[in-house]
């Protein structure tokens, strides 16, 4: 089948559509059903009657913006009428839920007449905390959004004229940055006059371009004041009407610095582009065809072409859903009234400043693992990077209370955390080690410090205050590969072939290791050639807090060398790898992943004491389980017996002062149902978030049957156990993950 044929079936499928409306709170009892609705409600209504600010406390209004439209102006299609411009507005919806978490009533009205349409939308104020209006022609949609903002006492936003406007604002900023060029000084050209156009000139103006050099083209050729005093152009197109003689647009584009299509595509040519002043920028926004193709463009000149579109299949796309999810989401959070020009500006200056971050693997994998660095293809940031939302919206927030038109004051680093606990339960619990990180940052060494990933993910930590981190590797593949990523980064390095303290950590490595087979020449070697060994004498010898490895290596091979140099910590034998897993409303930790094939009671009570320990530097007060498949003592043998003996010395230790009980089968651990109805003499007064599995082959299996499986996002190996932070990674992890990795080292290494 084809896209046409494809995208029926995907809207017919039941249920038909593209959205629904499902309950937030419970309606399993006759109460229930009394609090929803009669008798109950009658007490919130009355509440609201008194006081209409209390709609925000008690009812959804908070989080629902009505999409409206007449379907006079769909893109694409034109004026279709309302019932057609349904399955847009419903798309319009999953946008704002998928993307921000924004729930959408979608208003189709059959009415053109903007005095009807003016009347309606304000009457239905007491239902939205904001309205997205979407698909009305120009020149109409000025007057609507104009009245409706003045009538309303809740934001008005018509996206077809300003979510333009703000993505390419964005791309402006960042694109005169990349070829060196003052805004104020750059001569654009917009090819189209309609509401879109006009926003985004109205638009760059408020950025800081120049009005005087800012050349209008409509369907007739250039806007001129001539033109404008005969009557030839609406209202709306004279406010740029310029005193310059006609023409039409390629005499427009003759040596212009910005070219802005919102009209039709294939009307610019290669030479209209030869024409255009040094290092153009080309924002061809026509969908589905640009104004000029994406190829023609670039090779049209020798010089850099900066060049975006509307398409998704090139670099730089222009794309509204960078903008109207977080500018809604900030300004509802913030119960602001309007949505006002600083809003607008702080969102486009937050989606530049955003580009010029180092992107997220999951973001490059997301797009085919093509480049994503700050340049000539990279100026706007993707759609599908997370951090739009938690980058944009506390901006937006901010400029509302700083402008005047928020009815609650914010503050912004809470609710950016807010915001990202939207995202996942995993950003809210690595955002409260992450945060422990910053209020004293240590030093981290990164001994596979040549890697890609390992130079972006110091580049985060010192970006974000989290650590200290020092690259371990040569100190020119180190300086190419930062000049290659483009990172404003000067790592501190250390290169252990040359590093004034080898010899010194070579006697040190003699000394720990000589009665373990170990000559000082072999030790001599190991420092200057293996940066596992090097870092972990680093550590040992307090020249670094803490040490990441594993990320190139296989996991025993990694974890040898400190296990060897640093070792195990006073109070422990062993040492136990723990995956955090966290779910949408639940946090788990497991344990042993990655060490002891097949502990024994002694083992099973020491991990079980590690990881509740590092259970609470999560702010997580741990309740543990020993896992098996038995239920206290309903089979009996060696290896049920192992738990119950590990239950028992813990129960015996003093120092044990968290509850944990087994052995148990897995769903007794984490069903409370189970726990409560068949086994209430157990000592666990909720569900385990500490899971101990017998052996290592099952603890991996569950944990990664949970991940894959069960949805759960993973945070680890945390390395428990050691005398001093180590941590090593999985080959493969991400950037993210060794970065959240720091933060726990860095925790780990303020109780040192």
Do not use: W
Not at 70 to 88: C, E, F, M, R, T
Not at 268 to 275: A, G, I, P, T
Not at 281 to 297: L, T, W
Request: proline share 5%; charged share 30%.
């Amino acid at each position: 089948m084809g896209l046409d044929d494809d995208a029926r079936e995907y809207h017919r499928e039941e249920p038909p559509g593209k959205i629904e409306i499902s309950t937030t709170k419970p309606t399993n009892t006759q109460r229930d059903l009394s609090l929803a609705y009669s008798p109950g409600v009658a007490a919130p209504c009355r509440d609201i009657a008194a006081d209409p600010g209390d709609a925000y406390e008690y009812t959804a209004k908070g989080n629902l913006v009505g999409v409206v439209s007449n379907g006079s102006a769909v893109l694409g299609l034109g004026d279709i009428g309302a019932q057609a411009s349904k399955p847009v507005m419903e798309g319009k919806g999953v946008l704002f839920k998928r993307f921000a978490d924004i729930d959408v009533f979608d208003v189709e009205l059959d009415e053109y007449d903007p005095d009807e349409i003016v009347r309606t939308v304000s009457s239905m104020e007491p239902t939205f905390g904001g309205v997205n209006l979407e698909d009305i022609k120009a020149p109409e949609c000025f007057e609507i959004e104009s009245r409706l903002r003045e009538e309303m006492d809740v934001p008005v936003f018509h996206d077809d004229q300003h979510g333009t406007a703000i993505i390419s604002g964005a791309a402006l900023l960042n694109a005169a940055d990349v070829v060196d060029k003052e805004l104020a000084d750059l001569d654009i050209v917009f090819s189209g006059a309609g509401a879109s156009a006009i926003a985004t000139a109205r638009f760059y103006v408020s950025l800081g371009a120049d009005e005087d050099n800012i050349t209008m083209c409509d369907s007739s050729g250039i806007i001129t004041e001539e033109r404008a005093e005969s009557g030839d152009v609406n209202e709306f197109k004279r406010e740029f009407a310029r005193d310059v003689p006609g023409g039409d647009l390629a005499d427009a584009m003759e040596g212009a610095d910005v070219f802005v299509g919102l009209s039709v595509g294939g009307i610019v040519s290669k030479e209209m582009v030869r024409s255009m002043a040094d290092d153009p920028v080309i924002f061809a926004m026509a969908n589905p065809d640009p104004e000029i193709a994406y190829e023609d463009a670039k090779a049209a000149r020798d010089d850099t072409v900066i060049m975006a579109t509307g398409r998704s299949d090139y670099p730089n796309q222009v794309n509204n859903v960078l903008g109207f999810p977080f500018i809604f989401r900030g300004a509802l959070d913030a119960r602001a009234t309007d949505i006002n020009e600083e809003m607008k500006r702080a969102a486009a200056e937050a989606l530049a400043d955003l580009a010029r971050q180092d992107v997220p693997d999951a973001v490059v994998k997301a797009y085919g693992d093509q480049p994503l660095q700050f340049g000539p293809d990279y100026v706007i940031p993707k759609p599908l990077d997370p951090r739009v939302l938690f980058q944009v919206a506390p901006a937006v927030a901010q400029a509302a209370m700083d402008s005047g038109v928020a009815r609650r004051d914010i503050d912004v680093d809470e609710y950016t955390e807010r915001l990202e606990a939207r995202l996942g339960k995993s950003r809210e619990m690595m955002r409260v080690v992450l945060n422990k990180a910053r209020s004293d940052p240590k030093t981290v060494a990164l001994a596979e410090g040549t890697d890609e990933k390992m130079i972006r993910a110091a580049y985060q930590m010192r970006e974000q205050g989290i650590a200290d981190p020092v690259l371990l590797g040569d100190r020119d593949d180190i300086a190419a590969t930062t000049a290659e990523l483009g990172l404003d980064f000067d790592p501190e390095v250390v290169d252990p072939e040359e590093d004034e303290k080898a010899d010194e950590y070579a006697d040190r490595l003699y000394e720990l290791r000589k009665r373990k087979g170990i000559t000082r020449s072999e030790a001599g070697e190991l420092v200057s050639r293996d940066t596992n060994f090097f870092g972990s004498v680093m550590v040992e010898e307090d020249d670094a807090d803490a040490l990441l490895t594993g990320l190139t290596h296989h996991y025993p091979s990694a974890l040898r060398p400190p296990l060897q140099v640093i070792g195990t910590h006073e109070d422990a034998e062993y040492v136990a790898g723990v995956y955090m897993l966290t779910f949408k409303n639940r946090v788990v930790f497991c344990a042993d992943t990655t060490v002891n094939q097949q502990p024994d009671e002694e083992v099973l009570a020491e991990v079980t004491k590690h990881t509740a320990e590092l259970a609470r530097r999560f702010n997580v007060e741990p309740r543990a389980a020993m896992l098996s498949y038995s239920n206290f003592g309903s089979v009996d043998n060696p290896g049920t017996a192992k738990p119950r003996r590990a239950v028992e010395m813990l129960h015996d230790d003093p120092d044990v002062d968290f509850p944990v009980d087994g052995e148990m089968q897995a769903d007794t651990a984490v069903v409370e149902d189970i726990l409560e109805d068949t086994y209430e003499f157990a000592d666990l007064d909720g569900p385990a978030n500490v899971l101990v599995f017998p052996n290592l082959e099952a603890g991996n299996i569950g944990y990664k049957l949970l991940q894959r499986l069960g949805g759960a996002e993973a945070i680890g190996p945390m390395l428990v156990g050691m005398d001093k932070p180590v941590h090593v990674m999985q080959r493969g992890d991400e950037v993210k993950d060794i970065v959240n990795l720091a933060g726990v080292a860095v925790v780990d290494a303020q109780q040192e």
